[in-house]
């Protein structure tokens, strides 16, 4: 088996094992691990060949787009309290503590290296976390906290990496440079993604080509990460500045239906490929990282699970007086915040701390050598420490986390979001009566078509939640809808005898296939509407 080979064993298992992971009610992220760690053993596997600056660029920014598509700048705002708690305070104390630990476990690695060591396992993955959150129901608060704390915590990790590092290889080291690079990597990161933000913005509507936007929005998150690194800011604010620009109501034009539907579908396929070989290629790496531990077990496995410990227990005692004083302040203040609102959450929040594809590719990008030409002190012991974290807290907590949840009893507010769900189907029925109205004054309308108009209207908030309407009201809508089905079906029934015969009619002598092929377009498009 060659390198193209592996690639697309590793996309087809990123597909396979969606579907199972659902039925064996576990995460598909760590099915991969698992996947990826038994290729590993296999003879004929090659070891991968992916340089380790390249892992970072390519990797994370299509994930953090998707990931941060999904939130908005209203809920960071909201919860900024908490994120700067577990996405900047957290980290910082996790990298210390974990320095201190490894320095004293680990004889010959001096101070800079290990607190690389420390910034590497401190950030809990985005992808890993939120994936694996949003699959067990639980409370829209805790992912958003998990999704706000997955998302920024890499930003204060790598800023962290890189001055350790530097300070390991050129054996300089300078709090106020440190202090003035991690300001100056954020003020660029912001700057750099609201710029490409704008930018894709207006490319987009000038573009006005499903096909073409969908093409650019690729594009982007790599530009951002690319252009930031390149100017010295930081690649993965970058990114998440202009996802959340783009998600924006500002840069979001809400009559462009086909483009919404194709972007989230090319997304979605991105994500899980993406996904799928990330945390395939965590278990690939395993074999050559044990390989160059050597005779070093006994040594080693010891300070790995004092490391490991570290980590686990370090985020549990941050969390507990961290969400408690949350929770005072909470009541105190009337504050727009998302925290979680018992121990039971607070335990949950704690357990899926999963480390992931940023730890991994900053362990592989751990310099060979230092400047004078010497061997990075320690390197291998880095790296395998960095690995064990990795697969203990992905692994165990990951295959853990849904029993967990489930003896805690922590599940989401259905009762909220159906409130929510019926609040933004009256408001949905409003406009379009609103609407309506003004075309009323403008146009001169018939009865018959005011009065069918105006049942549209409430329609459309009755299709968003049965629940607007009471149970009389409620069954005549049903049989509406009914009505409308079996016609919708019929005429389904018809569009596909015309798509059957322009299909057959391709393969028939004389026929030019552009011309079939437009007709079978015009066509699914009519059978989209339908639908």
Sequence with gaps: MDQLALVFALLLAAVVMVPVGDRLGLPSPVLMTLFGGVLALLPFVPEVEVPPDL?????????????????????????????????VALVFVTTAVVACVAEAAVPGLPWAAAVALGALVAPPDPVAA????ARLGLPRRLVSILEGEGLFNDITAITLYHVAIAAAVTGHFSLT?????????AVVGVAVGLALGWAANRLMTFLDDVTLQTGLSLLVPFASYVLAEELHGSGVLAVLVTALFLASG???????????????????????????????????????????VGGRWDELL???GLVVGAVVVVRLLWLLPASWLARKLHQRKDVDEEIPMSWRETIVVWWSGMRGVASVALALAVPLTVEGGEDFPERDAILFLAFVVVLVTLVLQGLTLPWLVKRLHVRADTAAERQLERELAIRCAKAAKRRLREIEAEEDLPEEITEALLRRAQDLGVRVSPELVDEDRRDAHEQRVQRLRKIH?????????ARHEVVAARNEPGTDPEIVDRVLHRLDVRSFNVN
């Design 489 to 497: 079906r019929l005429q389904g029934e018809l569009l596909s005898a």
């Design 250 to 292: 500002r840069a979001v034009d809400a009559d462009d239906v086909s483009g919404r539907l194709a972007g989230q579908t090319f997304w979605s396929v991105v994500d899980t490929l993406v996904t799928g070989i990330a945390f395939g290629l965590i278990g690939l790496e395993l074999q050559p990282v044990l390989a160059a």
């Design 55 to 87: 892992i970072l660029p390519l990797v994370l920014p299509p994930l953090l787009y998707a990931a941060a598509q999904r939130t908005s700048w209203r809920q960071f705002t909201a919860n900024a309290r908490p994120i700067l708690l577990l996405a």
């Design 302 to 304: 010891p300070a790995a």
């Design 177 to 185: 440079e440190a202090v003035g690079e991690l300001a100056l990597v």
């Design 130 to 133: 939120t994936q694996v959150a």
